[in-house]
T-cell receptor, first 111, second 114 residues
């Protein structure tokens, strides 16, 4: 039972353009969402988060949007840079200290 | 401050053997979570420990077990290894007292089962 789904295994974007990574969830109890970035041979690193009381959170080039009615969130990266090429994981938790992650989306930013 | 440390980084085992992986959390963190990463399956939650007690558990068979020591260091054990257990095992730590907070991941232990 995949409670957090990232339906796009991969995405390619030109440098300077916008990257949009999507994530869907099924558990309506989730109230906190996170995005992590992972390079090969490294552990995932935290990127940005959003609480269910918000619908948008920005941090520099990264913005996360949350649509609770659709149980959907997205990560926007503007402008995309070659160093953003990595696997991105969407995660969620419902206040139980248990974080559920999706299968990841591999982003490739083309120079 | 030092990050999350996982040992060993790489190991090769054969089917039927058992393996123990270790995780040292960031100083002051009392929660340790374990995840299995495989291609196509993403990060699958194994279990979470807080103050030496298992607080959450994922949907893995009983061959997967863990424990946490009084210094918050954690170990996970996989017994009777199967080929499908080949994966990157990631440990993440946090203070464990906030229901919405950041997890800090280690670099992982890559297990290959032959």
């Amino acid at each position: 039972d995949q409670q957090v789904k990232q339906n796009s295994p991969s995405l390619s974007v030109q440098e300077g353009r916008i990257s949009i990574l999507n994530c869907d969830y099924t558990n309506s109890m989730f109230d906190y969402f996170l995005w992590y970035k992972k390079y090969p041979a490294e552990g995932p690193t935290f990127l940005i988060s959003i609480s269910s009381i918000k619908d948008k959170n920005e941090d520099g080039r990264f913005t996360v949007f949350l649509n609770k009615s659709a149980k959907h969130l997205s990560l926007h990266i503007v402008p995309s840079q070659p160093g953003d090429s990595a696997v991105y994981f969407c995660g969620a938790t419902s206040g139980t200290y248990k974080y559920i992650f999706g299968t990841g989306t591999r982003l490739k930013v083309l120079a | 401050k030092a990050g999350v440390t996982q040992t060993p980084r790489y190991l090769i085992k054969t089917r039927g053997q058992q393996v123990t992986l270790s995780c040292s959390p960031i100083s002051g963190h009392r929660s340790v979570s374990w995840y299995q990463q495989t291609p196509g399956q993403g990060l699958q939650f194994l279990f979470e420990y807080f103050s030496e007690t298992q607080r959450n558990k994922g949907n893995f068979p009983g061959r997967f077990s863990g424990r946490q020591f009084s210094n918050s260091r954690s170990e996970m054990n996989v017994s009777t290894l199967e080929l499908g257990d080949s994966a990157l095992y990631l440990c993440a730590s946090s203070f464990g007292t906030e229901t919405a907070g950041e997890l800090f991941f280690g670099e992982g232990s890559r297990l290959t089962v032959l």
